[in-house]
């Protein structure tokens, strides 16, 4: 790598500028990959992301790929409600 010879200080203040936009923007770059790898392992994702892998096999992958994050988005919760719920004894 060679080392770079600057004739006044305008000149290094450019380059410390482009360096810090640069930075700023692989920070950014970094930040929005995390949040996709988040988005991808929500549970509606995984299941979605399974069956749209089979849906070549399955002639109705499509329609299970819609249904299933819809059904998860509601059975979960009502299953949860209703194990909380339970009454507990004999």
């Not at 994702?45 to 992958?61: D, F, H, K, Q, R």
Request: proline share 4%; hydrophobic share 35%.
């Amino acid at each position: 790598m060679e080392t770079k010879r600057y004739s006044s200080y305008a000149q290094i203040e450019r380059e410390l500028e482009i360096l810090k936009i640069e930075k700023e923007i692989s920070y950014q770059k970094m930040i929005f990959g995390v949040q996709k790898a988040k988005e991808s392992f929500t549970p509606q994702n995984i299941v979605s992301n399974l069956i749209g892998g089979y849906s070549n096999a399955i002639p109705y992958g499509t329609i299970f790929s819609s249904a299933v994050p819809f059904i998860l988005k509601k059975a979960i919760p009502f299953l949860i409600h209703r194990f909380t719920r339970r009454k507990r004894g004999n």
